[in-house]
């Protein structure tokens, strides 16, 4: 892999976002407070590295409460969950600790509020996303999933008079808001969320990504495939006219991508840590490395009560 003369462009914001450092927070407490082994239901954060490394102190990762033993401790994930899934650890015993990212839970408790005033709420997100099947299930009879403008288009709800939207935390601003303008011309007295629901860092890594991208001959951003806002970032760039790759880690950089670049844009999505940026930087080896922020992100989440403390 020849890289003479390679420039490295970071782009800033990147990496872990406030709700992915308290989630792993809450698993390292609680591995550190109660021993192993604890149970997480599905990854605690869309990262098969993180998740890898909570393996290897004890965490073990599980699709479903039935296999969880009675009474042990079970973590819920970033994604949040359902209130099925909430009732079913209670009537099993299990001992819960919560690690839905505070963004999330602002979207459910929106999602149990309009449907209690009676509208149709229009759930834009992506089916199957553990986001998505968590938010669905506050309010299963009166909410639809919208997956984009050609769903918008064609949508059908009871009483036009009465809707109101939601989005999944991690979606690209952009086609949101396609969505939107696609429903708010069909449904003149529709109603969305007092403040914006994809949260501030998917927003910021967005936007650090166009910032980049303007600059760069190949975009590469770090994360899992599973990752919502990591493939968001990849459509982004490639939006932008410029060739955008989704890698795990460094291992993954092929020397065929790099053929004729002088510049190459840099990012990690939100459940991504950050030595993975550093090893591909290293493996890299560029002659100048430049950072373009486009925002800081101060933002901290306090920790559960079951967590807080020694450890």
Not at 180 to 205: H, Q
Request: aromatic share 4%.
């Amino acid at each position: 892999m020849t890289t003479d003369g390679l420039r490295v462009l970071l782009a800033g914001p990147r990496s872990f976002c406030a709700g992915v450092e308290r989630a792993i927070d809450i698993v390292d407490r609680a591995l550190a407070q109660r021993g192993g082994p604890i149970h997480v239901r599905k990854q605690i954060v869309h990262n098969t590295h993180v998740v890898a490394e909570l393996e290897t102190r004890g965490a073990v990762f599980v699709d479903e409460l039935d296999e969880v033993p009675d009474g042990a401790t079970v973590v819920f994930s970033a994604h949040g969950v359902s209130p099925a899934v909430r009732e079913e650890a209670t009537l099993r015993g299990l001992s819960v600790i919560d690690a839905t990212c505070p963004l999330v839970t602002k979207v459910h408790a929106e999602a149990r509020r309009f449907a209690a005033r009676g509208d149709t709420v229009l759930f834009i997100g992506h089916a199957g996303h553990e986001e998505v099947d968590g938010t669905l299930g506050e309010a299963p009879s009166s909410m639809i999933l919208v997956e984009d403008a050609a769903a918008a288009a064609t949508v059908e709800v009871p009483d036009p008079e009465r809707v109101s939207y939601l989005m999944q935390t991690t979606l690209s601003a952009d086609e949101a808001s396609e969505v939107v303008s696609v429903l708010e011309k069909r449904f003149p007295a529709l109603r969305g969320p007092g403040s914006d629901d994809i949260c501030y860092a998917t927003t910021n890594r967005q936007e650090a990504v166009k910032a980049v991208a303007a600059e760069s001959d190949l975009l590469l951003v770090v994360g899992s495939a599973n990752s919502s806002n990591s493939v968001r970032l990849v459509e982004i760039a490639s939006k932008c006219g410029v060739p955008a790759y989704l890698i795990e880690d460094a291992s993954l950089i092929r020397p065929e991508w790099l053929e004729g670049v002088r510049v190459v844009g840099l990012t990690a999505g939100a459940s991504a840590p950050p030595h993975l940026v550093d090893e591909v930087v290293a493996a890299l080896a560029p002659v100048s490395v430049e950072e373009r922020v486009v925002a800081r992100e101060t933002i901290q989440f306090t920790l559960p009560l079951a967590v807080r403390g020694p450890g």
